[in-house]
């Protein structure tokens, strides 16, 4: 036990001082984070915001407030867009009532676009104030449709969506992806490196293989739990200091967080007990990397499905992703985050991982006892199999 | 006085797929002797060390160290350094031992770490990178992390390579010191003129087998005493010679059995400019290259 401390304390340290450890640590913290601020915010400031727009009314149906300047005709609102005095401007011409007919005017710029969506409301709200129609009525024109989406099973019965859309099983699913893969291919690099250095020789001269390679799988994983630790961390108090915790109520974020981490370790084991398989029998990075493209996109699998978990997190392809060992963790997050998941399927999943893990663990261990120390040669299936018969 | 086995290797075979690499050998290793454990190219000497450290396991055969089946705890009575080196290059010499003494499980590393390097003459680079260190230098720090938990059998995998004459010298002083205070050295090399010098006896095997097995003297004392000869000019094939380790001016002569060397002297007056004749036992390398080649 000693010994397989002393490994994993080696490997936790050498990976956590790494430059490529710490970039992916705080990835998130330049990507998603201002990702999350800026879908908290940006709506908001958007909608605040006072838009200075023009318009040239020939019909005599637009009242000038305090967002529409009146101009007696384009000439004067072109000088006045020019001089900047209104960001954009807009022509309804004579024959307006029986065409629709309206040319925008606004400047060329990077980020500038004709501000039709407001212009259209504008029209309709004054073609409403005309029209002298009832304010019921009106208000409904105006907002035809609340939305209140209810989502049935084959059996008719209502399934509780939450709202929190495809934000959380989005940015969960790309983090734990990235966990896992991370500190799985720590391992693998690990194991190679250690290997075409020689010094695993040293090493089992110390200890024993399985010593070493649990010492191993331990170490790698234990920096990346540390990973997946800090990013809840992240996402807490990114949810906690943006208007997003208003998309939150009613999901039990702790219990996600809790499986996230249960769902990182297993599936860690899972790839890194992979990985060491194409590892141990490689003389090469690349040879490893080669190996391990399978595993690669198992892992992503969901990631390619996601529109259809997200729209559909009760679907077949879902529930079937979750059963499969590679991709089980990445699309249960995100099926729980989106759907309440039936108990037995959730004991279903992880029963199937934790079996999954246990068998690729032991053939792993098979086949690092004796790809270690195989030098100059392309793993082929059959010395797999007799690896694992030995 | 007794003697006492520190290492018993019986009938020892290893197969790879249908290759036979270890071939039902046997010998014995007496504690506070250097063995040499010799052999070309893949004759299996590096798999037969890997199955005395239990990092491969032999297909039949028994191994008894230290007076019994391989277990773990031998581990820590046991130094290695392997024929292919490696050692972590972004971690420093310090760092790099530490960590070899520790999964040795050896008490107060940094004392005996300092000890080690002071005698290598690598102190000063105690806290520089893997990487910055020669060749040379990384060498003595793994023959150190061989050293470092004071096993008592050294199996050591051509120790001398890599190294200049006087770091040679240095790790030849410290084998000897070694076994000097009672320590066995298994000392795999090519280079015959130290396992000459150093070694009490000898395993040489050759594609599997056991070809030469004893002490130096028993074995050179089956083979018929060879000629040395320092000359001038050009070297031509005389009769009676068997074998010629021509180095250009100075060449060892492998006789046939019933040749006076006298004759061979008269006869290569004749042919060269002969400055030195000396009749001596065959050297080690001669045996080894006569050994080999018949095979």
Redesign the interface.
Known sequence: M??IF??AK?EFL?TVKTKSFIFVLILPLLILIPMVIAMGFIPQMALETPRNIGFVDEVGILQANDNFTKFGDSENAKSALLDDEINAFFVIHKNYRETGNVTVYSKAGLFSSPPTSVIETFLRDSLLEESKIDETLKERIQEPAKENSITLNKKGEVEEQTGAGFFIPYVLAILLMLAIMTSSGYLMQGIVI?KE????????????ADELLTGKIIGFGSAGLLQVVIWCCMLVVAIAVTPLSALFQGISVSWILILAVVYFILGYLLFAGSMACVAAPASTVRDAQQGATVFTMLAILPMMLLTIIINAPNSIIAKVLMYIPYTASVTTLMRISLVEVPVYELVASLAILTISVIIVIKLSAKIFRTGI?MYGQKMSLKEVWRYLKG | MMTVKILDVKELTKRFDTKIVLDNISFDVEKGVIFGLLGPNGAGKTTMI?II?D??RADHGDIDIFGRKFD?AL?AR?G?L?E????????TVFECLK??A????VKKSDDKIDFWLNKVELYDYKSKKIEELSKGMQQKV?LV?AFIHNPELLILDEPFSGLDPLNTKLIKDILVDQKREGKTIILSTHQMDQVERMCDRILLINRGKRVLYGSLAEIKGNYKESVVVEYEGKLKRVEGVKKVNDYGKYAELSLEEDTDPQEILKKLVEVVGVRKFELKAPSLNEIFIEVVENA
Do not use: C, M, N, W
Not at chain 1, 203 to 208: K, P, R, Y
Not at chain 2, 84 to 91: D, M, N
């Open positions: 000693r010994k002393i490994i080696h050498s250690e250095s020689k010094t695993v020789e040293i090493l089992l001269s110390s200890l024993t120390l | 890997r450290l990092i491969l773990d581990k046991i290695y392997p292919e080196r490696g050692l972590y290059q972004k971690i960590y070899f520790e999964l040795k499980e793994q992390a």
